[in-house]
């Protein structure tokens, strides 16, 4: 199994702002995913984020808005920029096991004002 | 895609009934797997089953998965307050990962 901190848990900022989201993984691992829950939902697939690679966005998601890091096996950010209400939703980062089952964070519950 | 659909969208029970989701998916499938969200936090692992496969358990669970009509569904036996949570079926191919709206399950004491 994977344990993931992901941090904030959540986080209320104003229009226009950018928040970085974090998370650490206790051990190793290929890829990560950043997924977005908004109220009401299922999950939608932001982006895959390799080691050493450009991360792979999903339709409808841009890097300009949705930058992502992946700077080691165990880490990973993803930033929202220049946010709007819309941006409001729960940011999940993910990591699967043997490509089979997935581990997640506990999630960021991003409130734009 | 394969976004998988799930029904019932929301299932209210008394504590000690049974509950059944069920999902659907266009697309072939790896495995499908089901999940649980507790009040918008991080998804836990249930149960997954193989495309090999028609019925697993698990405790209290049991999923099954008919390939040919592209469905599954989760049965929840002797279900407990606590289960009173979100579910999600996950359809899984290569490396494409896609879930389902989910189910929100109440269960009443």
């Known amino acids: 199994s994977a344990v993931i901190s992901q941090k904030p848990s959540r986080d209320i900022c104003q229009r226009g702002t950018s928040l970085t989201i974090q998370c650490q993984v206790d051990?190793?691992?290929?890829?990560m995913f950043w997924y977005r829950q908004q109220p009401g939902q299922s999950l939608t697939l932001i982006a895959t984020a390799n080691q050493g690679s450009e991360a792979t966005y999903e339709s409808g998601f841009v890097i300009d808005k949705f930058p992502i890091s992946r700077p080691n096996l165990t880490f990973s950010t993803l930033t929202v920029s220049n946010m709007s209400p819309e941006d409001s939703s729960i940011y999940l980062c993910?990591?699967?096991?043997?490509?089979?089952?997935?581990?997640f964070g506990s999630g960021t519950q991003l409130s734009v004002l | 895609s394969q976004q998988g659909e799930e029904d019932p969208q929301a299932l209210s029970i008394q504590e000690g009934e049974n509950a059944t989701m069920n999902c659907s998916y266009k697309t072939s499938i790896n495995n499908l797997q089901w999940y649980r969200q507790n009040s918008g936090r991080g998804l836990v692992h249930l149960i997954l089953i193989r495309s090999n496969e028609r019925e697993k358990h698990s405790g209290r669970l049991r999923v099954t998965l008919d390939t040919s009509k592209k469905s599954s569904s989760l049965l929840i036996t002797a279900s407990r307050a606590a289960d009173t949570a979100s579910y999600f079926c996950l359809g899984t191919s290569g490396s494409r990962l896609t879930f389902g709206e989910g189910t929100q399950l109440t269960v009443n004491p």
């Open positions: 993910s990591v699967d096991q043997q490509g089979e089952k997935l581990f």
């Open positions: 051990s190793q691992v290929t890829m």
